[in-house]
């Protein structure tokens, strides 16, 4: 069975700094890995993915992670952090099987303070 | 753009109540799944359908049952509503195939609550 791990529950940043949102994971095969994010009383948005390619992968909003095959791990990244990013964040894989589902982690909070 | 539409927004149930709740989408999309959210678990999938007039379980469909009798929606039940059923649902739909069949869009959500 796949799994995902967020190992931090909540990640304060201030404002224009660079911030790090930690993912690892558990697959059979090869990963299919996505970064969702949630604003308060909103559905999850799209980020970023990766399914095969360049390790660093660019998304939404200024957003990129990087894929480590030997680590397992898919962090997400921003260069310089605003206080609008601050939101609920799900690292996700992707099932291989036909139904495509996807495993979500426990979800990172991300704060910025200005 | 209306994208993915869930209805309704909020509810509140009696234990053994029954109700549905119905998801939308707009974009021809094959695949529909239905999430709860729990503080602290993630997301996980109750049941989801890969095309019209079929349906599956996912990892936690005890107490509900889904239909996909149109393309574009996708019900779930609550037969006789528990407390353990208090949870945030969300709907999501997703391309069959193509470059985008991996994305999947998301409604804002139903917040029921059981009591």
């Known amino acids: 069975a796949q799994s995902v791990a967020q190992p931090e529950d909540q990640v304060n940043v201030a404002e224009g700094n660079p911030l790090t949102v930690k993912c690892t994971y558990s697959?059979?095969?090869?990963?299919?890995l996505f970064w969702y994010v949630q604003y308060p009383n909103r559905g999850l948005q799209f980020l970023l993915k990766?399914?095969?390619?360049?390790?660093l992968v660019k998304g939404s909003y200024g957003f990129e992670a990087e894929f480590n095959k030997s680590q397992t791990s898919f962090h997400l990244k921003k260069p310089s952090a605003l206080v609008s990013d601050s939101a609920l964040y799900f690292c996700?894989?992707?099932?291989?099987?036909?139904?495509?589902?996807?495993?979500f982690g426990s979800g990172t909070r991300l704060q910025v303070q200005p | 753009n209306a994208g993915v539409t869930q209805t309704p927004k909020f509810r509140v149930l009696k234990t053994g109540q029954s109700m549905t709740l119905l998801c939308a989408q707009d974009?021809?999309?094959?695949?529909m799944y239905w999430y709860r959210q729990d503080p602290g678990m993630g997301l996980r999938l109750i049941h989801y359908?890969?095309?019209?007039?079929?349906?599956a379980k996912g990892e936690v469909p005890d107490g509900y049952n889904v239909s996909r009798l149109k393309k574009q929606n996708f019900l779930l039940g609550l037969e006789s509503a528990a407390p353990s059923q208090t949870s945030v649902y969300f709907c999501?739909?997703?391309?069959?195939?193509?470059?985008?069949?991996?994305?999947?869009?998301f409604g804002a959500g139903t917040r029921l609550s059981v009591l």
């Open positions: 996700a894989v992707r099932d291989d099987t036909g139904r495509r589902a996807l495993t």
């Open positions: 990766y399914i095969t390619g360049d390790n």
């Open positions: 359908s890969v095309g019209e007039g079929t349906t």
């Open positions: 697959v059979s095969g090869n990963p299919y």
């Open positions: 999501a739909s997703s391309y069959g195939q193509g470059k985008a069949k991996n994305i999947q869009y």
């Open positions: 974009m021809n999309h094959e695949y």
